[in-house]
T-cell receptor, first 114, second 112 residues
Framework: NAGVTQTPKFQVLKTGQSMTLQCAQD?????MSWYRQDPGMGLRLIHY???????DQGEVPNGYNVSRSTTEDFPLRLLSAAPSQTSVYFC?????????????FGDGTRLSIL | GENVEQHPSTLSVQEGDSAVIKCTYS??????FPWYKQELGKRPQLIID?????GEKKDQRIAVTLNKTAKHFSLHITETQPEDSAVYFC???????????FGAGTRLFVKA
């Protein structure tokens, strides 16, 4: 099993550009989530999904969209990149939708917005 | 919503000493409390977790305690080693609540 795979690892964007961060897991996990990590602020939940076709907002959803068309994939879209979105983004998954299981994280995407 | 506070933000100990990191949570319905370790440039990885039906859990040099009445839980690392140097995150979630809320993290330095 590859676990949770994120692409790309690094990306530089200009303000106003859009892009999609990819996340895939091969563990047949129901629950998937996206976090951003900023210095001194821990991991903040952007969006999450409890299964294919079901998504919902986390703590900091503004400026981001997600979709879950399959169990395996959970892409994160930046609609119009802003410098405030410069961060490290982590995708994570866990076995069941009840969210009281350990989360498995991907390696992260380091995103810089100029 | 849930809020998790973590202290201290930085902790420096001598090799062989113990380290304690404390977290408090606000939602009394929270019932799952994982701890993650993140080495520099790497992904967070689970090191230990505890559920609300137990007060303490131990795994070799690592232990976690939970006080539901006071709504706080702590990570204890004994006989620290240089490879314990990392950022540690506590988190809390509610079964069926779908959101895991993380603390801001503690950067632990273990000096050889």
């Amino acid at each position: 099993n590859a676990g949770v795979t994120q692409t790309p690892k690094f990306q530089v964007l200009k303000t106003g550009q859009s892009m999609t961060l990819q996340c895939a897991q091969d563990m047949n996990h129901e629950y998937m989530s996206w976090y951003r990590q900023d210095p001194g602020m821990g991991l903040r939940l952007i969006h999450y999904s409890v299964g294919a076709g079901i998504t919902d907002q986390g703590e900091v959803p503004n400026g981001y969209n997600v979709s879950r068309s399959t169990t395996e994939d959970f892409p994160l879209r930046l609609l119009s990149a802003a410098p405030s979105q410069t961060s490290v983004y982590f995708c994570a998954s866990s076995l069941d939708r009840a969210n009281n299981q350990p989360q498995h994280f991907g390696d992260g995407t380091r995103l810089s917005i100029l | 919503g849930e809020n998790v506070e973590q202290h201290p933000s930085t902790l420096s100990v001598q090799e062989g000493d113990s380290a304690v990191i404390k977290c408090t949570y606000s939602d009394s319905a929270s019932n799952y409390f994982p701890w993650y370790k993140q080495e520099l440039g790497k992904r967070p990885q689970l090191i230990i977790d505890i559920r609300s039906n137990v007060g303490e859990k131990k795994d070799q040099r690592i232990a976690v305690t939970l006080n539901k009445t006071a709504k706080h839980f702590s990570l204890h690392i004994t006989e620290t080693q240089p490879e314990d140097s990392a950022v540690y995150f506590c988190a809390a979630s509610v079964t069926g609540g779908f959101k895991t809320i993380f603390g801001a993290g503690t950067r632990l330095f273990v000096k050889a």
